[in-house]
């Protein structure tokens, strides 16, 4: 069974950057759309990018357009969304999960859920 690993976040001034890594173990997801999601304490899980298994499709939440960047790489199955220009309310736990069909942007349409690394950008 596919394990994902988060990893990469951590306390951030206001206008700083983190890249946030998700690693697969235990299989490989190198035929899956991989997303990332966060949730804020007291919010419901957010949509925040979804990268294809090529690499050639990504999508991304309106709120992150121009500032987030996800990527891949299947050699080390690996995704990665690089986040600059973090704003305090880009605090949240940052999951990434695989898609097993239908809406990218549904976590109902995502299995294999890791841990969650902490994002925190102080003001």
């Known amino acids: 069974q596919v394990q994902l690993v988060e990893s990469g976040g951590g306390l951030v001034q206001a206008g700083g950057s983190l890249r946030l890594s998700c690693a697969a173990s235990?299989?490989?997801?190198?035929?899956?759309?991989v997303g990332w999601f966060r949730q804020a304490p007291g919010k419901e899980r957010q949509f925040v990018a979804t990268i294809s298994w090529s690499g050639v499709i990504t999508y991304y939440a309106d709120f992150v357009k121009g500032r987030f960047t996800i990527s891949r790489d299947n050699a080390k199955n690996t995704v990665y969304l690089q986040m600059n220009s973090l704003k305090p309310e880009d605090t949240a736990v940052y999951y990434c999960a695989l898609r097993r069909a239908g809406s990218m942007v549904d976590p109902r349409m995502y299995d294999y859920w890791g841990q969650g690394t902490q994002v925190t950008v102080s003001s």
């Open positions: 235990g299989g490989t997801f190198s035929t899956n759309f």
